[in-house]
């Protein structure tokens, strides 16, 4: 299994502002996801960010809302920008990890965002 | 659409007890059926999975059974404890091919009594 770390663990924000977070694997990935789950609610995939290509999109999903780094194979970072209190959410990372064709998925602890 | 129908939605069982919770999926061209576990303020755990070509897969107190003609998938908790209560998430994917996508049901929220 990987370790996945993602900084900050909650936040409350202002209508309007944006936020990055950070997601941390333990080992070098290649595809890295990022979910959105909001409240009381399931799993909803926001992007794959696969290292040294443009992250792609779910529908109903955009990169001027949710733009997303992926500098190294460690490392992912999604924004959520202009904030409004939709956008309030528990933002989760996960990392597929091996080499066989059905692969892992593991996620971090997620972030708990708040949007007044 | 939702491609994964997970039920039921919550489900409170006494301690000892058989907790089962019930998939559907729609695209045939999953292969792949996760279930993951998720605590409060936690990220959801991978607790086991299955693939298409065996019709059960057993760890510990866990088991899935898997049913490709009725496009169906459970899991049964053997010996519920309140440990195990919980939410419990179901998933299905194409696989690498498709890029490891899951794709979730909605959710069952355990309560296991002791």
């Known amino acids: 299994s990987a370790v996945i770390s993602q900084k900050p663990s909650r936040d409350i924000c202002q209508r309007g502002t944006s936020l990055t977070i950070q997601c941390q694997v333990d080992?070098?990935?290649?595809?890295m996801f990022w979910y959105r789950q909001q409240p009381g609610q399931s799993l909803t995939l926001i992007a794959t960010?696969?290292?040294?290509?443009?992250?792609?999109?779910e529908s109903g999903f955009v990169i001027d809302k949710f733009p997303i780094s992926r500098p190294n194979l460690t490392f992912s970072t999604l924004t959520v920008s202009n904030m409004s209190p939709e956008d309030s959410s528990i933002y989760l990372c996960?990392?597929?990890?091996?080499?066989?064709?059905?692969?892992?998925?593991?996620f971090g602890p997620g972030t708990r965002l708040t949007v007044l | 659409q939702q491609q994964v129908k997970q039920s039921p939605q919550s489900l409170i069982v006494q301690k000892g007890g058989i907790s089962i919770i019930n998939c559907a999926y729609e695209?045939?061209?999953?292969?792949?059926f996760p279930w993951y576990q998720q605590f409060p303020g936690k990220g959801p755990a991978l607790l086991i999975a299955?693939?298409?070509?065996?019709s059960e897969k057993k760890e510990g107190r866990f088991t899935i059974s898997f049913n490709k003609s009725a496009k169906q998938f459970s899991l049964h908790i053997m010996d519920s404890q309140p440990g195990d209560s919980a939410t419990y998430f179901c998933?299905?994917?194409?696989?690498?091919?498709?890029?490891?996508?899951?794709?979730f049901g909605g959710g069952t929220r355990v309560l296991v009594k002791p």
């Open positions: 996960s990392s597929s990890i091996g080499v066989s064709s059905y692969n892992e998925q593991f």
């Open positions: 080992s070098q990935v290649t595809m």
């Open positions: 695209n045939t061209a999953f292969d792949y």
């Open positions: 299955i693939r298409p070509d065996v």
């Open positions: 998933a299905a994917s194409r696989g690498k091919a498709a890029g490891n996508k899951l794709t």
């Open positions: 960010a696969n290292q040294g290509s443009e992250a792609t999109y």
